[in-house]
């Protein structure tokens, strides 16, 4: 009984020591701000476009490299890239090239469009023969240009930072051979469709329930 009271006592003792430790107060605690990114809309041009050709009938694939405002052959093919845009590195990597593709074969259908690397259904070149798709940019950097982080930080924590209207978009966009042809924004991917809503059963009318009808009596 004695040895059980020493050790209650020991324990008790204990608990009484860790309790006069001082904890930290959380009025103290310095909290880390959240790192600097780019809007979702944001991108950034280079000078040139990495294409990549797969030839159907021999499986054969090409890597070529088109600088915007020029033109490329391959085969039948003529392929002209009139600009090259990428993520800033604090966002999701993706690439989208504006391309002209015209197939030398008589009735192929052209392509004049944008082209993302993370959506390549968004635009695609139609085409039996061959199958053409964007997988980067290259070259210098050009126009658009990003901001850098520290003037977006100082935007988006300024309470009377101005607010970008549509009208500021076209002076973002990628550059162009002629300024009378201003290049479109790049598409996003569509919002998956909603499915519509099944119409529950009708109830069955008395013309088609037989349950009211008389029984047939067999002889």
Known sequence: ???????????????GGMAMVPFPALADTQWLAPPPMYPPDTWKGRSVAVVRILDKLDAHVQVINIPAGQDATYKSLTLHARACLERPPTLAADT????????????MAAFDGWM????PA??????????????GCGGDDVAPVPPPLAVVQQQATSPDAPVPTPADQPAQAAPTPSPDAPL????LSPPPAAHPAVPPPMPPTPEDNNSG??????H
């Not at 993302?116 to 959506?119: P, V």
């Not at 635009?123 to 039996?128: D, K």
């Open 1 to 15: 009984m004695t040895r059980r009271m020493r050790a209650v006592a020991c324990v008790l003792s204990l608990m």
């Open 96 to 107: 989208a090239a504006w391309l002209t593709v015209h197939d030398a074969h008589e009735g």
């Open 116 to 119: 993302l690397t993370q959506e």
């Open 213 to 218: 009808a008389a029984p047939l009596l067999l």
């Open 122 to 135: 968004i635009g695609v070149f139609q085409n039996p023969l061959y199958d053409v798709q964007v997988v």
């Open 184 to 187: 479109p924004p790049v598409p």
